[in-house]
């Protein structure tokens, strides 16, 4: 039956996401199967329809250290924005292993454990502009759509879910500017509008897995091109040229590998739950 659908919509998170979404079980695996079987039709035109788009706001923890790093104030771009929740590491409180920083009336708070020398800033950086790139641009204030980001939420981890409704009530305040199109063909024009006095910060996590090896190596010509800096946060096997001189461990899940400017930094858990430095 999944045969049916494209290739890139075969993904198990977006069939679990799109059976939470109408209201189906994901557990027990009878119940499941019977319940997609049954609602094939609608499940599918669900699945068809939406993308995996995991906006975990945590991820701005293991970004933090290298956008508090950089030349202030900073110019946001993120590719594959989702709803927008990581163009916002200036209205969450962190906390790294018992040390505090961020706005204490936030309503977003993220403990990162980290390891190695983690440069660990005194405060979050200054965001003067945020900008997005998505093909499919979810709104907060859309109750199906914030709905969908809970539904791409793992059903045992009700704190992400808390977190999440969090953070949209805060970027539900003063969205993003999300620009609804390719990456390839909206992001020069729209790195052209940040603002001259700021960092520009082109930034993605989890995002360039979704694409083919060919568009990921045009979307790094394209932003290599572009003034100010790269961010990238994706698994080992996206990027493969950044990760050559990482030691990987040799167990467990493997982490995403955070990279500035094509040089790899440090290890990341892939919600923002840990963070290892390399140097």
């Not at 709905?147 to 999440?164: F, G, K, N, T």
């Not at 003034?227 to 990027?239: F, T």
Request: with cysteine.
């Amino acid at each position: 039956m999944l045969d049916d659908l494209p290739e890139p919509k075969r993904q198990p998170n977006l069939l679990f996401a799109a059976t939470r979404y109408l209201g189906g079980p994901v557990r027990p695996p009878a119940a499941f199967r019977d319940w997609a079987v049954s609602h094939w039709a609608d499940l599918t035109a669900t699945m068809r329809e939406r993308s995996t788009q995991t906006n975990e706001p945590a991820r701005c923890a293991t970004l933090l250290p290298v956008l508090a790093g950089l030349p202030q104030p900073l110019a946001l771009l993120e590719v594959g924005a989702a709803a927008g929740l990581c163009l916002y590491p200036d209205e969450y409180q962190y906390r790294f292993d018992g040390l505090s920083i961020g706005p204490p009336e936030s309503l977003v708070r993220i403990d990162c454990a980290v390891s190695g020398d983690v440069p660990v800033p005194a405060e979050v950086p200054e965001v003067v502009w945020r900008a997005g790139i998505d093909l499919n641009p979810l709104d907060v204030a859309d109750d199906n759509d914030l709905r969908w980001l809970e539904s791409l939420i793992w059903p045992d981890q009700p704190a992400r879910v808390a977190r999440l409704r969090a953070a949209a009530r805060i970027v539900g305040e003063h969205p993003p500017m999300i620009r609804c199109g390719d990456l390839l063909a909206e992001l020069p024009a729209l790195a052209a509008q940040a603002p001259a006095s700021a960092t520009l910060v082109v930034f993605h996590s989890a995002v360039l897995v979704y694409l083919s090896a060919e568009t990921r190596r045009a979307f790094v010509d394209i932003v290599q091109s572009l003034p100010g800096h790269w961010i990238s946060n994706e698994g080992p096997d996206v990027l493969p040229e950044l990760v050559a001189p990482v030691r990987l461990p040799t167990s467990g899940p493997p982490p995403f590998v955070l990279a500035l400017d094509g040089t790899p930094l440090a290890l990341a858990a892939p919600h923002g739950q840990s963070l290892h430095w390399l140097r």
